[in-house]
């Protein structure tokens, strides 16, 4: 039985009566195959599993989609699956008051996607250490598709001893390979098909990489693979340690190649695990 709760209050007595372990999922709704991949594995490993689905406006710049996300609560509860405790606040609720004390996610968030959008990373932050502290879970998961979110949420965790273990969960694609996004409903039949140049060009760059492609050399191909398709406008496209983000040296043995990049109007980011061979 799941049981839906909307303000703090309701979440902290439901978490009240949980014995055993927790296990936290937070997303923004529009629940797909990689928000369930994340929910499955919660409910292999926690006696009692919570999911967040709330469009956090903090993490959206001016500009940005916040208004157009897809917000679909009802179609999400059937798409849920064996979830204990679903918590879907309001924006007055989550936000009673402008948050004075902020969280700084620092160097890492400043790079690639803290580049295009400054204040991305410090707005998850926020919302992620509030929900951390309303739920108090023993593991939490988030998607390796979100991998510098994910690598800043576990500096969080370690600098400010949460004592909360964070779990990645690795991408889910589609048939076709294009990773799942709750941002996919915004592309059209057309762009669907220029869209998947991302996970084209990561894996030819890992397969160049694994038959010997030096670090320099393989982050070139993926750029240069990802510029030549039509219709796709790269943000960047590169070689990055997955703890820290900054550049892999010329004699490492892994990296990890991330991408970003407009395909009309939306913004799509991927990423693969390379070994250099
Ligand atoms: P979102 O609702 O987009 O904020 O995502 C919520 C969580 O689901 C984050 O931890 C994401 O990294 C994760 N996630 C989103 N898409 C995927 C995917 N295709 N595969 C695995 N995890 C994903």
Do not use: C, W
């Not at 001893?161 to 889910?172: A, E, L, Q, S, Y």
Request: charge should be negative.
């Amino acid at each position: 039985m799941t049981h839906l709760v909307t303000t703090k209050q309701e979440l902290r007595q439901r978490i009240r009566d949980t014995n055993g372990s927790i296990g936290l999922v937070m997303t923004m709704g529009a629940l797909h195959a990689g928000h369930r991949r994340l929910i499955d594995a919660a409910r292999a490993h926690s006696d009692t599993v919570v999911v967040s689905i709330y469009v956090n406006p903090l993490q959206f710049a001016p500009g940005e989609d916040f208004d157009a996300y897809p917000r679909q609560l009802e179609k999400d509860m059937e798409i849920l699956g064996d979830v204990d405790i679903v918590f879907a606040p309001s924006d007055d609720e989550m936000y009673e008051n402008e948050p004075l004390v902020r969280i700084d996610p620092g160097q890492v968030a400043t790079r690639f996607e803290g580049a295009t959008r400054p204040t991305h990373f410090a707005g998850v932050l926020q919302v992620v250490a509030k929900v951390f502290n309303l739920v108090r879970p023993d593991v939490a998961y988030f998607g390796q598709k979100d991998a510098q979110q994910l690598a800043l949420i576990t500096t969080m965790v370690r600098d400010l001893d949460m004592g909360i273990d964070i779990v990645g969960v690795p991408i889910v694609r589609d048939s076709d390979g294009l990773a799942l996004s709750s941002r996919n409903t915004y592309l059209s039949p057309e762009e669907r098909t220029t869209a998947l140049a991302l996970v084209q060009a990561l894996t030819a760059a890992r397969e160049a990489a694994r038959g010997g492609l030096p670090p320099a050399e393989t982050e070139r191909l993926l750029g240069e693979t990802l510029a030549g398709t039509t219709g796709v406008d790269v943000d960047y496209a590169t070689i990055v340690s997955p703890e820290t983000f900054q550049g892999v040296s010329s004699n490492a043995r892994t990296g990890l190649a991330i991408v970003a990049a407009r395909v009309g109007a939306t913004r799509l980011i991927d990423n693969m695990e390379v070994s250099f061979g």
